[in-house]
């Protein structure tokens, strides 16, 4: 369990950039070279690389290098993991919601004397 909150924590961190995003969003369309990747965003490369090996730390990127050229592309199984999270919190606070909405209308039948007789 700590490792996969490790795990979690990272992809979360990766995620938290727009820039980190926007790559992503990139890579969805197929593998691309660095130098491609970082054209769009007019940064120093040293910076930009910065943003590629947080999202490689979250495991959302892997890259290779051939010959002086390094390609990345995108590892979805960190997006599954975090999403699957984000649907148990969803669950866990739709049922809370709906219990404090059926308390809530319990409160107001009582106080407007309907005793449950709606």
């Known amino acids: 369990m700590p490792n996969q909150q490790i795990e979690l924590d990272s ?10 995003r ?8 197929g593998p691309a070279s660095v130098s491609e990747l970082a054209q769009p965003f007019g940064m120093a490369l040293p910076s930009f690389l910065q943003h590629l090996q947080v999202l ?14 390094r390609t990345c592309e995108i ?14 919190q969803r669950a866990i606070w739709e049922g809370r919601l709906d219990r404090l909405d059926a308390y809530l209308k319990s409160l107001q039948e ?9």
């Open 11 to 20: 992809v979360f961190r990766a995620l938290a950039d727009p820039t980190r």
């Open 110 to 118: 009582t106080e407007n004397g309907d005793g449950g007789n709606a």
């Open 22 to 29: 926007a790559v992503l969003h990139q890579l969805s369309q």
């Open 75 to 88: 590892q979805p199984d960190p997006l599954a993991t975090a999403q699957d999270w984000i649907a148990e």
């Open 56 to 69: 490689e730390d979250g495991g959302l990127i892997r890259s290779r290098k051939t010959g002086r050229v």
